[in-house]
């Protein structure tokens, strides 16, 4: 987890340009760079590092002396590089897992190196024999990435929009900055003068589909056919391995641990893992939450029952509300579900940074979505709805969780790593009959929790443990975060605000108080720039007006199962 920064064809001075880029510098602790382009004076690469591999050769840009002009700045992990280096034969300069997209992009071209890429990446490669710039990002963008680019040609790409929002630029009083599409990739010209063009934009991956990177993994050989116990042991063999290829790193793991399905599961694999890696310490496990919260006493359970070194956080309803204002501006979004789930998230980062020398957090984010875990699933008309809107959430991660889990933990200088969204695993559970993966007898992700049922790799309770949404987990059923918020926010936004809401806030105009509340922190930290949220996160299927899963009449409370 790094920072990366760029600009092509800055008209103003770049001395003063890269002190936007100081504003993602939480994202690498351990060091930064600003590189100017040989030849093109308004060009320049910024870097913050977070040294995860290669301690000596792993800042950044990437210059190979086999490839002197291409220059790589990059933010992720490619899991399968040693893989590729082997099977093509490339001779490495560094130890670095990125330095595989140059050997690759010199062999043969983008198209081939990002489908080539297992992992999750935002990079910018610069090629200054053939004048390109390439841009792309992973599938679900698990790695953030933004861009601004002008009608002159001047182009500026963050991992983080606050890096951007402050740039000068001659043409453009207001430079427009907006995330770049997970699962894509852009070309662009570059002109003597260091201006680009955009050439095009491709989508390179389906979620759906088997990616490319696939025939050259060792992943032991799947069943074929949809026979149920084939497909619990396929599931089983491909979520093993997306663990165990995310051990990936030189420094210590530790993993989040809510006491929920997917968090536990993540766990579980994780310490038998690590055990078999031969690791040499003790895996951390950390849960937050208030007194008496559901998630502190299953997280307990599941700690017990692995053996993990467990880190309980606890925090009551007023440094929760304190940190809304921090967490609004590391998220760079208002959406209402978003917010309420990323304080606990936010905290206990602060935590594990404070505390700890754990840097590289696993974590389930991306379980719900893929497997059709939130609680409306139950209401889905047909398995094929079910089926449509689970890859609709997937291609919406980038705005919601998977946004989430990046900004709390890279605003404390960790980084998170998300086996659920691992692309073989993903792929064919994607691929699946839709019927295999809607809710049953009453409860959600069925069929992951029988392909995991006979494992013993968590207590039972805790397998069948039906859905918390992790915010509404945090606090008791009595008193939930959700109803602490509202009582605060009563006291903040009054009616006549609301009254007038549609004409202050005209686009995704808050329906609520907390909504207001939200919104108006935004727009304190980043006026104007609404438009990065498309639209609030809602469950489907009901007259939701809320996004809290304590609203909807299937919930069951910990104090009733």
Sequence with gaps: MCGIWALFGSDDCLSVQCLSAMKIAHRGPDAFRFENVN???????????????DQLFGMQPIRLKKYPYLWL?????????????QHFEFEYQTKVDGEIILHLYDKGGIEQTICMLDGVFAFILLDTANKKVFLGRDTYGVRPLFKAMTEDGFLAVCSEA????????SMTPFLKVEPFLPGHYEVLDLKPNGKVASVEMVKYHHCRDEPLHALYDNVEKLFPGFEIETVKNNLRILFNNA???????DRRIACLLSGGLDSSLVAATLLKQLKEAQVQYTLQTFAIGMEDSPDLLAARKVA?????EHHEVLFNSEEGIQALDEVIFSLETYDIT??????????????????????VIFSGEGSDELTQGYIYFHKAPSPEKAEEESERLLKELYLFDVLRADRTTAAHGLELRVPFLDHRFSSYYLSLPPEMRIPKNGIEKHLLREAFEDSNLIPKEILWRPKEAFSDGITSVKNSWFKILQEYVEHQVDDTMMANAAQKYPFNTPKTKEGYYYRQIFERHYPGRADWLTHYWMPKWINATDPSARTLTHYKSSAKA
């Design 304 to 308: 017990n029952h692995i053996g993990s």
């Design 73 to 85: 700045c990059y933010n992720g992990e490619i899991y399968n590089h040693k893989k590729m280096q």
């Design 39 to 53: 030849g093109y004076t308004n060009c320049c690469f910024g870097f913050h590092r977070l040294a995860v591999v």
């Design 162 to 169: 606050k890096g951007l929002v402050t740039l000068k630029h």
């Design 338 to 359: 978003t917010v309420r789930a990323s304080v606990g998230m936010y905290l206990i980062s602060k935590y594990i940074r404070k505390n700890t020398d754990s840097v």
């Design 243 to 249: 663990v165990k290829k995310r051990l990936m790193t």
